[in-house]
T-cell receptor
Framework: EPEVTQTPSHQVTQMGQEVILRCVPI?????FYWYRQILGQKVEFLVSFYNNEISEKSEIFDDQFSVERPDGSNFTLKIRSTKLEDSAMYFC??????????????FGPGTRLTVL | AQKVTQAQTEISVVEKEDVTLDCVYETRDTTYYLFWYKQPPSGELVFLIRRNSFDEQNEISGRYSWNFQKSTSSFNFTITASQVVDSAVYFC?????????FGTGTRLQVFP
């Protein structure tokens, strides 16, 4: 069964460093998403991406964040200058897109980012 | 405003007990979509079910069943004859445009 994959599973970085989190969505999916979950809290939407551009972003997704689909398979989230409060689990998700953005979102296993 | 409320923070049961996880949502949309996801201790988010607002039929899948009631804006999830492997955090979510709005989750602990 196709699944969303994410690398690395755990990333440790120093405050102020740039990190890139990588995702490979399910191959025929058209919509891509990033969510984050601070430890013990609920899952929060960061950004949605369709047709090579951001379709919606939350207030969390400020200028420190960017997303890219550098090739036909990867979808990346970059944090330019990490802060302590960026420590969280970051989930990538994708949907088929046959019904616009209303299809079921399938999530990857997450990348745990720890900022020291 | 779009909102999902899971008032139960944590529930503990003994194996084989039935348990119901509550979810109440708020939306102004006439067409909307609701979801349940499971987050086991390993951390991933596992899709369980999707419900469209125009389909009020309740659904059963093995030991899992879902009760969707538009009149009370609720989408509750029942596990029958719970098992230790059901121990996880369960999230209810509402689709708003193309983003999911999650509730705060209910941690279910099933003891042997």
């Amino acid at each position: 069964e196709p699944e969303v994959t994410q690398t690395p599973s755990h990333q440790v970085t120093q405050m102020g460093q740039e990190v890139i989190l990588r995702c490979v969505p399910i191959s025929n999916h058209l919509y891509f998403y990033w969510y984050r979950q601070i430890l013990g809290q609920k899952v929060e939407f960061l950004v949605s991406f369709y047709n090579n551009e951001i379709s919606e972003k939350s207030e969390i997704f400020d200028d420190q964040f960017s997303v890219e689909r550098p090739d036909g398979s990867n979808f990346t989230l970059k944090i330019r200058s990490t802060k302590l409060e960026d420590s969280a689990m970051y989930f990538c998700a994708s949907t088929e897109g046959l019904a616009g953005g209303t299809d079921t979102q399938y999530f990857g296993p997450g990348t745990r980012l720890t900022v020291l | 405003a779009q909102k999902v409320t899971q008032a139960q923070t944590e529930i503990s049961v003994v194996e084989k007990e039935d348990v119901t996880l509550d979810c109440v949502y708020e939306t102004r949309d006439t067409t909307y979509y609701l979801f349940w996801y499971k987050q086991p201790p390993s951390g991933e988010l596992v899709f369980l079910i999707r419900r469209n607002s125009f389909d009020e039929q309740n659904e059963i899948s093995g030991r899992y069943s879902w009760n969707f009631q538009k009149s009370t804006s609720s989408f509750n999830f029942t596990i029958t004859a719970s098992q230790v492997v059901d121990s996880a955090v369960y999230f209810c979510a509402l689709l708003n445009t193309d983003k999911l709005i999650f509730g705060t989750g209910t941690r279910l602990q099933v003891f042997p």
